[in-house]
């Protein structure tokens, strides 16, 4: 058991990290495969980014889900702060990296493979989270309450939001993300079933109406079948 704990928390931990060993060759060969010719470069670049960015984020999702499988309370959080430090250090040292730079948000994918890195790491830790508040947004928004993690993460989702190259299913997800901490005024229909309010909210059924029971009249009379003359013998 202790084992299999151990095991959970490198899990979740390695998918808060930002490992860009495969990145960083497929950056070089990209790039010195086409010598001169930016358009292809930059194309080859977002291609790349959207490839390993699909794959980063089904381990985070996959993390998650982890994380809402134990049961209790008490761990659930102690992991959970770990993973969100892990999370803030790396946004932190790619809001360094980037602003130092002079990198402009919604300018696209930076030429250098440093600042890629940056813009990767920041984007891809900000999905991780964005997917920690939206599952577990009482445990999460405890964590992100008055404190510079709270600044840091609304840094991070405002740049991805500007973000031109992001698909349209994770510019909803930060959509949501923003509306789940009040960064925007909530649709009308917004709803987060994992919210603990939403979950012990007693669900509203539709009255169905009862049919009214109609009496049946019994004649007093004599019935030509005998009925009710055999019943009262």
């Not at 990209?30 to 794959?55: H, W």
């Not at 599952?135 to 609304?154: R, V």
Request: aromatic residues 6%; charged residues 25%; hydrophobic residues 40%.
């Amino acid at each position: 058991m202790a084992g299999h704990s151990k095991k959970l928390w490198l899990i979740l931990l390695f998918s808060a990290s930002i490992v860009r060993t495969d990145e960083t060759v497929a950056s070089k060969q990209s790039t010195e495969s086409a010598p001169g010719k930016q358009d292809d470069i930059n194309t080859n670049a977002v291609a790349l980014f959207e490839r390993l960015f699909q794959l980063k984020r089904n381990e985070q999702k996959d993390a998650v889900q982890r994380i809402l499988a134990i049961k209790s309370v008490e761990k659930q959080n102690k992991l959970l702060k770990l993973v969100i430090t892990k999370i803030m250090e790396v946004l932190v040292q790619s809001r360094i990296n980037l602003e130092s730079s002079g990198y402009l948000p919604g300018s696209g994918l930076p030429l250098t493979e440093s600042l890629r890195d940056a813009l990767s790491s920041m984007i891809e830790n900000t999905a991780f989270m964005g997917d920690l508040v939206l599952y577990l947004p009482d445990a999460t928004k405890a964590f992100l309450k008055d404190n510079e993690w709270n600044t840091i993460f609304k840094w991070s989702l405002s740049l991805c939001q500007e973000t031109a190259f992001l698909s349209n299913n994770t510019k909803k997800m930060l959509h949501l993300v923003a509306q789940e901490l009040n960064l925007i005024e909530r649709e009308p229909g917004y709803f987060n079933p994992y919210a603990e309010a939403n979950r012990r909210k007693p669900v509203d059924l539709p009255e169905i109406p009862q049919k009214k029971k109609v009496k049946k009249k019994i004649s007093k009379g004599p019935s030509l079948s005998g009925t009710r003359l055999k019943s009262e013998l």
